[in-house]
């Protein structure tokens, strides 16, 4: 691979990773309600999902996704319902989110932060469609494909991880504009509304080979 096509790839990543997305929504919510260290397990989470999911459409199981309709069904409603449940439990989340920031210290806090940002990452069809159509179009057949596919997708994952850390940082600069009860209360419930749209986006979406 040339400097230009990786050049290119990470420009993709990250328009790609600075769109805002359910991971976007999780690192937003994960910033408010546990504060920004912690926030970072659910996006290392979510880069473990990523790495995952190219791996999925490295080894071919992409191409299965797309022909295979009850896999799509399910792997699609399996997301679809995560979302609207995350969305459920950020709607419902108190006023006072921002005035008092609970510090999970539990491994088992932590743990689940970690695992719903790999959730998040390895439950969308569309990513592992997405993986699937871009790696092989800055992937050299007449080089050898690890050392390809390692640095395609840790390049992707760092893009995600630096877009989670700008979208942290700008959830820490809004906390004490948002520390009133009011309008924390609307700050919850707009991403509430955000993972539901998404979710919803998801169970009506189909790829362009089965529409």
């Not at 912690?38 to 999902?49: F, I, Q, T």
């Not at 071919?60 to 996704?65: E, P, Q, Y």
């Not at 080089?143 to 959830?171: D, I, K, N």
Request: a positive charge; proline letters at 5%.
């Amino acid at each position: 691979m040339d400097a230009a096509a990786w050049w290119l790839f990470c420009s993709l990543a990250l328009l790609t990773a600075f769109s805002p997305g359910p991971a976007v929504l999780l690192a937003l919510s994960n910033a408010a309600a546990h504060g920004p260290r912690r926030a970072l397990l659910g996006s290392a989470g979510n880069a473990l999902g990523v790495f995952l999911v190219s791996a999925t459409a490295m080894l071919g199981l992409g191409a299965v996704l797309k022909t295979s309709a009850w896999l799509f069904a399910a792997l699609k409603l399996a997301g679809a319902l995560y979302l609207l449940w995350l969305g459920l439990r950020q709607w419902r989340q108190r006023a006072d989110l921002f005035a008092r920031v609970p510090e999970p210290t539990r491994a088992g806090a932590t743990r689940r932060l970690f695992l719903q940002g790999l959730l998040v990452a390895s439950t969308n069809p569309k990513s592992i469609l997405f993986f699937t159509a871009l790696l092989p179009q800055f992937m050299r057949t007449d080089a050898p494909l690890l050392p390809q596919f390692f640095a395609l997708t840790l390049s992707f994952a760092a893009c995600t991880v630096l877009s989670h850390l700008c979208y942290v940082g700008l959830a820490g600069v809004l906390r004490r504009w948002l520390a009133t009860p009011q309008r924390a209360r609307w700050f919850n419930r707009v991403l509430g509304t955000g993972y539901a749209a998404m979710g919803l986006s998801l169970l009506r979406w189909r790829p362009a080979a089965a529409a």
